[in-house]
């Protein structure tokens, strides 16, 4: 945590090997913007990887896509 600047959600424990969420501030003129940033690994095997490729990251996309609006 970077007070006033960033702060980020880790996973401890969960469904992916890695998860990190950061929230970043941006002083944009007289308005801020968030940055989200998202870095994850999911699990270890093939059905992982397929499950992220057609699933996990479409839906993240969507997900964060969705907020941007």
């Known amino acids: 945590m970077e ?3 960033s ?3 880790v996973q401890d424990s969960g469904p992916y090997r890695v998860w990190r969420h ?3 501030f941006i002083a944009e003129g007289n308005r801020t913007v968030m ?4 870095y994850y ?3 270890v ?3 992982a990887r ?3 490729r057609l699933v996990v990251a479409p839906r993240l ?3 964060f896509q969705y907020r941007a609006t």
Do not use: S, Y
């Not at 940055?35 to 998202?38: A, F, G, L």
């Open 3 to 5: 007070p006033g600047r």
């Open 45 to 47: 095997g093939i059905l």
């Open 7 to 9: 702060f980020a959600d």
């Open 61 to 63: 996309r969507d997900i």
């Open 50 to 52: 397929l499950t992220n």
């Open 35 to 38: 940055e989200d940033r998202v």
């Open 22 to 24: 950061e929230h970043v």
């Open 41 to 43: 690994t999911p699990r």
